[in-house]
């Protein structure tokens, strides 16, 4: 039997595990009611976390854009 750290779950929990590991803590949380406690609690509290999406600002993607139309015409212009 294994033992599993809190570590272990998160990471389980994010599919950040292997697909050994992962087979063994779906195993583990069937069985051990310790661990499924803990395994319950991460999930309660990754629910409760804001949801956050990032962007770029427009100006970066701009700027982005400007410098890959400069470098087109540069390698153009090589020719």
């Known amino acids: ?3 599993f750290t ?3 779950l998160i990471q389980y929990v994010y599919n950040e595990t292997s697909s050994q590991k992962t087979a063994a803590i779906k195993a583990a949380l069937q069985t051990d009611w310790s661990l499924r ?3 319950d609690e991460i999930i309660s509290a990754q629910n409760c976390l804001e949801k956050v999406s990032f962007s770029p ?3 970066v993607v701009d ?3 400007d410098y890959a139309e400069k470098s ?5 212009t090589e020719v």
């Open 1 to 3: 039997m294994h033992s």
């Open 6 to 8: 809190p570590d272990d």
């Open 37 to 39: 406690e803990k395994y």
């Open 57 to 59: 600002r427009k100006s």
């Open 63 to 65: 700027k982005i854009l």
């Open 72 to 76: 087109v015409i540069h390698q153009i």
